[in-house]
């Protein structure tokens, strides 16, 4: 149970467990029959699930196939990233890379440590910056530490609390991460792109609606009704770590199941303190320390956030991403591409003890 206020306290009674709770994690089991012709070509049958996100409702496939993905040739990618021009190193950095005007960051850039925060010059929205972890051109993810990670995120923390005070408007907050090619970075310079907006992206107001639906329908706070129907089945549930807690989402977004994070008591960005970082940063270390052994060399990250809202928690999302056969394909097709459909080849269930036992062995 978590540690709350005392509005939490009486939402939960441990002898029972809410219809509204029951109802969340939907999805209906089915198979397609076919001749398998590597058995026999004999009547079989291919299991499947359509799963239901249980906060928006997107519906989304889950299929139970033995994939094992290949270790990816990182060295010949750094190789030739080395021999592309590279705007974040050093040598380049202040020459090639734009500051703010004076009246949003009057120092122009944003500096904690090793990191440099600066505008982004594909603006994803009014206000963007990307944050460069570091002087070095390449960080392999076994390196990505805590202590590594956390100045990059403080800057872009601390940019978007900038942005919340200079534009009351600018409601809806991000700090998003691609980290390698194929998770679709351009750069391999390891960088954050916070962003900060007047217009929610559509996950965002998803997630919004669908407490806000949640709420009208079962008078319910959907957050604290999500963090103790997790933690009461422990089908998906993997650790807390301070103010997070980590889960494995029930309706992964890609190829491999991902992972979620809910900064359980953080309701909005002026909550999100910076030592909420720690928490998290630890916990996201674990998550990639698991990919590692997964093989699995490329990841995205989104961290949403909001200006104000007592039905809102703040989370993340840490998402895998391959190239899953050596003919180079991508891990995304038709399905997420067009119709905003995913599919996720084995289940986040059948991963989560791995998962959970990185975590529990996180000083190994």
């Avoid at 991000?174 to 992206?201: C, D, E, F, K």
Wanted: proline content about 8%; charged content about 25%.
């Amino acid at each position: 149970m978590f540690q709350g206020s005392e509005q939490k306290r009486k939402l939960f009674h441990e002898d029972t467990e809410p219809m509204a709770q029951k109802e969340m994690f939907k999805k209906i089991s089915s198979s397609a029959r076919i001749l398998n012709p590597f058995k026999g070509h004999t009547s079989d049958a291919l299991p499947f699930e359509i799963r239901f996100d249980p906060l928006t409702g997107e519906t989304g496939r889950v299929f139970h196939l033995p994939f094992k993905a290949e270790k990816p040739h990182i060295e010949e990618t750094v190789k030739r990233s080395r021999e592309i021009f590279c705007p974040f190193c050093p040598e380049t950095l202040e020459k090639s890379t734009p500051a703010f005007p004076e009246d949003i960051i009057p120092e122009g850039r944003i500096k904690v440590g090793g990191a440099t925060l600066f505008p982004n010059m594909v603006p994803f929205d009014q206000y963007a910056a990307v944050s460069v972890f570091s002087d070095e051109h390449f960080i392999a993810m076994e390196h990505l530490t805590p202590l590594m990670m956390r100045d990059a995120f403080l800057a872009s923390l601390r940019f978007l609390k900038r942005i919340q005070e200079f534009d009351p408007k600018a409601g809806f907050f991000g700090i998003n991460w691609n980290y390698m090619p194929p998770a679709g970075s351009s750069i391999v310079h390891p960088h954050l792109q916070p962003s900060a907006s007047r217009v929610p992206t559509n996950q965002l107001r998803l997630q919004l609606d669908g407490a806000a639906r949640y709420a009208e329908k079962h008078r319910r706070d959907y957050w604290a009704d999500f963090l103790e129907a997790e933690k009461r089945s422990g089908e998906r549930y993997i650790a807390e770590i301070g103010s997070t807690f980590w889960v494995m989402s029930f309706l992964p977004f890609g190829f491999l199941p991902d992972v979620s994070c809910v900064f359980a008591e953080r309701h909005t960005l002026t909550d999100l303190t910076e030592d909420d970082l720690s928490p998290f940063l630890e916990g996201l270390a674990m998550v990639l320390r698991y990919f590692l052994e997964e093989n699995v060399y490329s990841f995205n990250m989104a961290l949403f956030a909001i200006r104000e809202s007592k039905s809102f928690r703040v989370n993340a999302r840490i998402c895998p991403r391959l190239l899953p056969r050596p003919i180079g394909n991508s891990d995304v097709a038709c399905p997420q591409m067009l119709h905003k459909e995913s599919f996720t080849v084995y289940s986040p269930e059948s991963v989560c003890a791995k998962v959970r036992e990185v975590f529990e062995n996180k000083n190994d």
